[in-house]
């Protein structure tokens, strides 16, 4: 990942030492170079990782004849788009000379000298869209991206962030006196003026351990920090500040669609189209592939497009060595389809206490679990030590596409039994279930059905359950006992917010906090329509900003073709029966990958459920991580309830719980522990 960042005085102060303080805490995202562009009051700085073609000659900071300055981390893929609108088809950059050679103005990482592409940079796109469309130029930009442009004429600072909120960024206001961003949040903390003051109710809202959808939210773990909301452009100036939301969806631009094969053909297109722009790059690309069907996907679609170019793509899978986590059979049945694939098998990195330690270090703050970096941390060294500076991921396949399973809970809702009898039946059927297991499916469906309604309206549901128990009456039993269990377990565990001390943050604060992560950040339709179809929610954007914090330390740009926001809309315009498809669920994408997929993965029903593998990977750890959180009491006696979380963990020793009933506990248990690990890596006093 490339870096960017600045500052701008507005009470006339010059700047001096500021901009270099930030460069430092980002040299990391620079060693193809670092150029800054100081002019009195205003200091913007780029550090330069190239990755694409064009970026082998992007000159940045770039200016305009009219006095615009822009900084940016981008990946433009509506290039073709944009060349036709903006009448720009060609780079001006005078880092490239007419035979395709590099003038390099600083040493170079790699051994590239020649760029076969002379078409214009992202830098380049992005300038010329702000100086056609102005503030309303994120409208018009699909791809990855962050930057920031100083508008001389306008005095103005104006700044922008992708759609699916793929690259951070983040900044400090102190209205009339200065402006600071950063791709990262210690570059902003090493600058004097800006206050280091824990944000004691996010911090609470990170300890409660939250489950569900929650809407992403700009604060951060300081108080006066925040990012910029994904599909937004901040104006920002001596007498005024704006922030407006650049999201129109256009959903009916897919009206035309009708069937399962017209959908098919259409995700098919884009998909692909999705994931040959992340293939932009002479450098080599690597691949995760889990055997499951989002990476499997991912990484045959980009394979089919690299042996065109008589190139292979570098896969990598994480190998458990437990038999219920093993999906290696599903990896060999990629690599006898994909021969010339290069693969490789890692294991966890062995040392998870400095694995934690080295995250918080780098990445600086908690937004979510990071219980993959120490899996992955091979990986990511890997990727460093060789020519990959692409890592391709089928992260959030899951969400984007669908499997439809509200379109069960919608035939029940309109008492449409016949379909969603049959619908149910599919399912199970497709898993190998039994009718035992289908009725047992349906009692569940019907008894969460049953909650949601009206007195009157119970009857119907109750009639129903009857008639299924009277057919398996062996199931009665079993329901109860399974609706016993699950409510007993939640009475006897506290959950995260419990853990939480009053002198810490105040029982009314607290509660409010939570309210707010469930309802948007702005008051825009948009972002509950992508709340319905469970699309960038607040937990997916602070996992990308994870990943692309951690991909900068290792010198890549992670990627990930199902967050292109074209295949996003597209995927909210699918009906829910499409996805379901008769309980294949994912509809779309199965289909679309008939012939790119081995059989057995693009018909595979199931899902390895890591839970139980990190569980007891924790559980073997010496020592283990609840003593080096009780031996860490005095990092955290002023946020947690130690007696509380005593009882939380004598819970993990009760064998009458499984595993599965414990993940409420152990989630609490693991976000309380990453957080006292930030304080005492990051924070270093409460």
């Known amino acids: 990942m490339s870096g960017i960042c600045g500052i701008i005085y507005f009470d006339g102060r010059q700047v001096s030492t500021e901009l270099s303080l930030m460069v430092e805490q980002l040299a990391h995202r620079g060693p193809d170079g670092i150029k800054s562009y100081q002019n009195e009051s205003v200091g913007l700085a780029h550090l330069m990782l190239h990755v694409t073609h064009e970026s082998l000659y992007e000159q940045q900071p770039l200016i305009s004849p009219s006095g615009s300055m822009l900084v940016a981390d981008a990946r433009i893929d509506n290039r073709r788009e944009l060349y036709k609108i903006l009448n720009l088809y060609h780079t001006k950059s005078p880092l490239r000379q007419a035979d395709g050679t590099i003038v390099a103005e600083q040493p170079l990482s790699h051994a590239i000298v020649k760029s076969s592409s002379d078409e214009p940079t992202d830098a380049e796109l992005i300038l010329a869209a702000y100086e056609k469309w102005g503030d309303d130029m994120v409208y018009h930009l699909v791809g990855d991206f962050a930057f920031a442009l100083w508008d001389n004429n306008r ?101 035309h669609l009708k069937t399962r094969e017209e959908f098919a053909e259409c995700f098919k297109a884009y998909f692909e189209e999705a994931v040959a722009c992340r293939l932009r790059t002479p450098f080599g690309i690597g691949s995760h592939l889990s055997g499951g069907l989002d990476s499997s996907s991912v990484s045959c679609v980009a394979q089919q497009y690299l042996e065109k170019q008589s190139r292979s793509l570098n896969t990598f899978h994480f190998r458990t060595n437990r038999p219920e986590t093993d999906e290696t059979a599903y990896v060999e049945a990629v690599l006898r389809h994909y021969p010339s694939l290069n693969h490789e098998y890692i294991e966890a990195h062995s040392d998870f206490y400095g694995s934690m330690s080295l995250y918080h270090q780098r990445v600086g703050y908690p937004e ?16 460093q030590t060789s020519s990959n500076r692409v890592l391709l991921t089928g992260h959030d396949g899951d969400t984007v596409v669908g499997h439809g399973r509200a379109y069960l809970r919608v035939l029940l809702k309109g008492k449409n039994w016949e379909a969603f009898y049959r619908g149910v039946t599919g399912a199970i059927t497709k898993n190998g279930g039994t009718d035992q297991q289908r009725d047992s499916a349906v009692l569940r469906y019907c008894f969460d059905e049953l909650m949601t309604q009206e007195v009157l309206e119970k009857f119907y549901y109750l009639k129903k359950i009857v008639e299924v128990l009277i057919r398996s009456p062996s199931l009665l039993l079993k329901s109860l006992t399974h609706w016993w269990r699950k409510d007993a377990v939640k009475l006897r565990i ?52 994870l990943m692309a914090t951690l991909g900068s330390y290792y010198s890549y740009k992670v990627t990930h073709p199902f967050l292109d926001k074209r295949l996003r809309e597209l995927c909210m315009a699918i009906p829910l029966e499409y996805k379901f498809d008769d309980g294949w669920r994912r509809g779309p994408l199965r289909r679309a990958m008939a012939g790119t997929l081995p059989e057995e993965v693009r ?22 991580w609840t003593d080096h959180l009780d031996a860490n009491k005095h990092l955290y006696e002023h946020f947690l309830a130690i007696e509380i979380l005593k009882k939380n963990e004598g819970f993990l020793q009760n064998e009458k719980l499984s595993i599965m009933e414990k993940v409420i506990l152990y989630r609490s248990l693991m976000y309380s522990y990453f957080f006292v690990n930030w304080v005492g890596n990051y924070v270093k006093q409460p």
């Open 603 to 624: 018909t595979r029903m199931s899902k390895v459920e890591f839970t139980p593998y990190l569980f007891n990977f924790l559980k073997d750890l010496t020592p283990t």
């Open 494 to 545: 506290s959950p995260g917010a419990s853990l939480l001390l009053s002198e810490f943050i105040a029982p009314q604060r607290l509660s409010a906090a939570l309210q707010q992560v469930r309802k948007p950040a702005y008051p825009n339709e948009n972002l509950l329509i992508l709340k319905e179809n469970l699309q960038n929610s607040g937990s997916l954007i602070n996992t990308n900003e």
């Open 368 to 383: 979510t679990l990071p219980l993959d970096f120490h899996k992955f941390r091979l990986l990511y060294e890997k990727m």
């Open 155 to 255: 005095q103005s600072l104006i700044c922008g962030r992708d759609h699916s909120g793929v690259r951070p960024f983040y900044y400090y206001h102190k209205p009339g006196v200065l402006f600071a961003f950063a791709s990262e949040l210690k570059a902003l903390l090493a600058l004097p003026d800006v206050p280091k003051r824990i944000n004691e109710a996010k911090a609470a809202v990170y300890l409660s351990a939250l489950t569900g959808y929650r809407f992403y939210q700009t604060d951060t773990m300081f108080q006066e920090i925040n990012s910029l909301h994904f599909s937004q452009v901040g104006i920002f100036n001596r007498s005024s500040s704006e922030l407006k939301l650049c999201i129109d969806l256009q959903l009916e631009r897919f009206n």
